[in-house]
């Protein structure tokens, strides 16, 4: 998983800054991620934030409890505002060394901070490929969240739960962008448009 702490705020800034940039018009857009438009795709980042926050915090209870696909995501009235507070707080609470020991709990399911660390990783860099695939925005994903995103992603490979959480594995060249390898792992063809 991260064998080293790693500071989420570059990336939660990249998602912050991807964010802001949605307009109303597309907030019914399709995305990579079948059956969710792109304010379902934002509710699940503001969702998933939370729960990784408190995760971190070690504040178990109804935000970590409840698994992702409980229900589908979505967005209130003041998401503009909320999502990048949300955020900020989700990185500040992975910058406590406490967060990256013992046990802790996201989507139901207990595991050890380390893992929770790279599981949040992971979500950001791939939901930030979604978000800005979706919006026909640029993508670059901090290094070191992508480095650990696609050794996350590497280690799942043989899982026999995988297929659970990824869709199936897309064939991308071993020569291709590091951030196209990571899209292929996570079950997501590198060539999606809003157009595919």
């Given at each position: 998983?991260?064998?080293?702490?790693?500071?989420?705020g570059?990336?939660?800034?990249?998602?912050?800054?991807?964010?802001?940039?949605?307009?109303?018009?597309?907030?019914?857009?399709?995305?990579?991620?079948?059956?969710?438009?792109?304010?379902?795709?934002?509710?699940?980042?503001?969702?998933?934030?939370?729960?990784?926050?408190?995760?971190?915090?070690?504040?178990?209870?109804?935000?970590?409890?409840?698994?992702?696909?409980?229900?589908?995501?979505?967005?209130?009235?003041g998401?503009?505002?909320e999502?990048?507070?949300?955020?900020?707080?989700?990185?500040?609470?992975?910058?406590?060394?406490?967060?990256?020991?013992?046990?802790?709990?996201?989507?139901?399911?207990?595991?050890?901070?380390?893992?929770a660390?790279?599981?949040?990783?992971?979500?950001l860099?791939?939901h930030?490929?979604?978000?800005?695939?979706?919006?026909?925005q640029?993508?670059?994903?901090?290094?070191?969240?992508?480095h650990?995103?696609?050794?996350?992603?590497?280690?799942?490979?043989?899982?026999?739960?995988?297929?659970e959480?990824?869709?199936?594995?897309?064939?991308?060249?071993?020569?291709?962008?590091?951030?196209?390898?990571?899209?292929?792992?996570?079950?997501?063809?590198?060539?999606?448009?809003?157009?595919?």
């Open positions: 998983m991260t064998d080293t702490m790693l500071d989420l570059p990336q939660t800034r990249v998602i912050a800054h991807l964010a802001a940039a949605v307009t109303d018009e597309q907030l019914a857009d399709p995305t990579p991620c079948p059956d969710l438009a792109v304010r379902n795709l934002l509710g699940h980042l503001l969702g998933l934030s939370v729960a990784f926050r408190d995760a971190g915090r070690k504040d178990l209870g109804a935000t970590t409890d409840t698994a992702p696909d409980a229900s589908v995501p979505d967005i209130g009235p998401w503009r505002e999502l990048p507070k949300v955020l900020d707080e989700l990185a500040d609470a992975w910058r406590d060394p406490a967060a990256w020991t013992g046990m802790t709990r996201a989507g139901g399911v207990d595991l050890p901070g380390e893992v660390a790279a599981v949040a990783i992971d979500e860099v791939v930030g490929w979604d978000l800005a695939r979706a919006t026909g640029g993508y670059e994903p901090d290094p070191a969240a992508l650990a995103s696609y050794a996350f992603l590497q280690a799942c490979v043989g899982d026999p739960s995988r297929d959480i990824f869709g199936p594995i897309v064939p991308v060249p071993d020569d291709a962008p590091l951030l196209d390898r990571a899209a292929g792992l996570s079950g997501r063809d590198p060539g999606w448009t809003r157009t595919s």
